[in-house]
């Protein structure tokens, strides 16, 4: 049998390899479109999401280890799909709106998710604050954009 925390963390690179899917048109598109102004920090948003898996896949491994629920997981995988789609589905059908209803989507499951994470553990819920303060932002800064480049 393999160590939870081995199962946890592969199943989330397995989902995070996804963003992968994208073309070098895809890319092309997005880094055409612009940006807010006050968006200086766009270099560390990938430091961002390192952050935001790892300590997503800790508190999925906390949590497995006192409920051992797999509705749970379930519940943790979903929220790792819907971030993740965020890139590729926006790219794919050049929307920024659509990445702006995902990012929303997200940060609401995420908070649904947030709940009764905390019941169960203190520390398993902490681990999840860094999505719930950053996924906002990102929503707002992919809203923004929509309205930078119209007909997007």
């Known amino acids: 049998m ?24 895809d890319i092309k598109w997005f880094k055409r479109q612009r940006r807010p102004d006050w968006l200086t920090f766009e270099f560390a948003i990938p430091i961002v999401w390192t952050v935001v898996f790892i300590c997503g896949g800790w508190s999925a491994y906390i949590v497995w280890r006192q409920t051992q629920s797999w509705w749970f997981m379930a519940g943790y995988v979903l929220l790792e799909l819907l971030i993740v789609s965020y890139t590729p589905v926006m790219c794919k059908l050049q929307n920024l709106r659509a990445g702006t209803a995902i990012g929303a989507a997200g940060f609401v499951f995420g908070l649904l998710l947030a709940w009764p994470v905390a019941q169960v ?31 997007q």
């Open 121 to 151: 553990d203190t520390k398993a819920f902490l681990l999840l604050l860094p999505y719930l303060l950053w996924s906002p932002v990102g929503t707002l800064i992919t809203w923004q954009m929509a309205q930078l480049n119209p007909g």
């Open 2 to 25: 393999f160590p939870a925390w081995l199962v946890i963390a592969v199943v989330g690179v397995a989902i995070a390899s996804a963003s992968s899917l994208l073309s070098s048109r």
